[in-house]
Nanobody
Framework: QVHLVESGGGLVQAGGSLRLSCAASEQTFSSYAMAWFRQAPGKEREFVAAISWSGGSTYYADSVKGRFTISRDNTKNTVYLQMNSLKPEDTAVYYC????????????????WGQGTQVTVSS
């Protein structure tokens, strides 16, 4: 069982930046592919970004490509999401997720989830 805790959300103006963190309790964190998803009110949860266990491969949704960067520090059991040039449409609850079977793009294929952190971008 992996316990994931997100932090770093908040209120920011359009064009601003935030850095989300997701700390994992599991010492075998480096065995997991990690991802960020988000869910806006009234919408389905959607893929944002993912990173392989080594950090050597990253994947992004088209809507965030060039603005968001996913990274990980396996020595700290933490994955990050640097979000730049934020837009009001980025407003959502952001969740991190862990997968034992490699990078996946669908939420149903992730084994463990954090509780989420709210990101609100004002226009």
């Amino acid at each position: 069982q992996v316990h994931l805790v997100e932090s770093g959300g908040g209120l920011v103006q359009a064009g601003g930046s935030l850095r989300l963190s997701c700390a994992a309790s599991e010492q075998t964190f480096s065995s997991y592919a990690m991802a960020w998803f988000r869910q806006a009110p009234g919408k389905e949860r959607e893929f944002v970004a993912a990173i392989s266990w080594s950090g050597g491969s990253t994947y992004y949704a088209d809507s965030v490509k060039g603005r968001f960067t996913i990274s990980r520090d396996n020595t700290k059991n933490t994955v990050y999401l640097q979000m730049n040039s934020l837009k009001p449409e980025d407003t959502a609850v952001y969740y991190c997720a862990a997968s034992l079977v490699g990078v996946k793009l669908r939420s149903v294929e992730y084994d463990f989830w954090g509780q989420g952190t709210q990101v609100t971008v004002s226009s």
